[in-house]
């Protein structure tokens, strides 16, 4: 079947600008997660959503960012006002359930952001 | 906090070498340990995993035990080929970790030369 589908794949933007990337998660899977790569920091987990809600918004680095998940599939993750210091891979992340701590976690081919 | 270390790399080896890449854990409770891969250009792999002491996972060669009594997850492959060359990351996920996040540490790359 289809894994995490994530677009775009590159994304290159002005700072101060707005950003949109969104995730596509295994269809059934109720779980996602977003998670960013970047050179300095490694990778750090930012949000995930049970079905539609996000219970833990502790991970976002700052109130620029934001997420949303609409009929339990498809995720936005928005960034404001971008700063060069947001440039990173995008990692998006699906499983079956969020309740289950083995739950094996997939992830999709990440969002490139490189902000100018 | 949770954390992982694993060992910097990078790690070069010759074909058919042996491989270890060392992976270490701080904890609370009992996590659940993975091995993801990440390919030249692809995303993250779930490479292999174990849930409890003892435990062993393994796929494609590699395989890693969960010792609790070391907090250790060392992944070995007995001989390595190129199509291995990629980084791999170590990472855990807490019993009731907050926002059920997986916990990486900073990745080893590997490169297996013909």
């Known amino acids: 079947g289809a894994g995490v589908s994530q677009s775009p794949s590159n994304k290159v933007t002005e700072k101060g600008k707005d950003v949109e990337l969104r995730c596509d998660p295994i269809?059934?899977?109720?779980?996602l997660y977003w998670y960013r790569q970047s050179l300095g920091q490694g990778l750090e987990f930012l949000i995930y959503f049970q079905g539609n809600s996000a219970p833990d918004k502790s991970g976002l680095p700052s109130d620029r960012f934001s997420a949303e998940r609409t009929g339990g599939s498809v995720s936005t993750l928005t960034i404001q006002r971008t700063q060069q210091e947001d440039s990173a891979v995008y990692l998006c992340a699906s499983s079956l359930e969020a309740g289950i701590y083995t739950d094996t976690q997939y992830f999709g081919p990440g969002t490139r952001l490189t902000v100018l | 906090g949770d954390s992982v270390t694993q060992m910097e790399g990078p790690v070069t080896l010759s074909e058919e070498a042996f491989l270890t890449i060392n992976c270490t854990y701080t904890?609370?409770?009992?996590?659940?340990l993975f091995w993801y891969v990440q390919y030249p250009g692809e995303g993250l792999q779930l490479l292999l995993k174990a849930t409890k002491a003892d435990d062993k996972g393994s796929n494609k060669g590699f395989e890693a035990t969960y010792r609790k009594e070391t907090t250790s997850f060392h992944l070995e492959k007995g001989s390595v080929q190129v199509s291995d060359s990629a980084v791999y990351f170590c990472?855990?996920?807490?019993?009731?970790?907050?926002?059920?996040?997986?916990?990486f540490g900073g990745g080893t790359r590997v490169l297996v030369k013909p």
């Open positions: 269809s059934g899977h109720t779980a």
């Open positions: 990472a855990l996920r807490a019993f009731k970790a907050a926002g059920n996040k997986l916990t």
């Open positions: 904890a609370t409770g009992y996590p659940s």
